[in-house]
């Protein structure tokens, strides 16, 4: 679809940090309420954090302090800092989008019938 598309996720040691982005298009970065989800095979697919079109935003408990979600409006890009990476966040994450409910919902799920989400970006977190 490449309406998102996310790049930045690896292997890293217990501990490490990790940055993910997500390029989305321009008419959904400018409407749409976006964040990032992730999913363990077998598992379902949880929020991690969320942000709005104002500004606000936010984040699952499990990660809390460690994530910050930011977006860069002159690049249509939306960021996921992951910092003290546990070997519990390994998954795949997937840049959202929403053009139902804010930050919170996003989080909080599931996606309206107007989510989006892209192909996904693989982190894994070596103890």
């Known amino acids: 679809q490449g309406q998102l598309v996310e790049s930045g996720g690896g292997s890293v040691e217990s501990g490490g940090s990790l940055r993910l982005s997500c390029k989305i298009a321009e008419h959904i970065y400018d409407s749409y309420s976006m964040g990032w989800l992730r999913q363990v095979p077998g598992k379902e697919r949880e929020g991690v954090a969320g942000i709005d079109q104002n500004g606000l935003t936010a984040y699952a408990e499990s990660v809390k302090g460690r994530f910050t979600i930011s977006r860069d409006n002159a690049k249509n890009t939306l960021y996921l800092e992951m910092a003290s990476l546990q070997p519990e966040d390994s998954a795949m994450y997937y840049c959202?989008?929403?053009?139902?409910?804010?930050?919170?919902?996003?989080?909080?799920?599931?996606?309206?019938?107007?989510?989006?989400w892209g192909q996904g970006t693989q982190v894994t977190v070596s103890s």
């Open positions: 959202a989008a929403d053009l139902l409910g804010d930050a919170r919902s996003l989080v909080a799920g599931p996606l309206s019938s107007f989510g989006l």
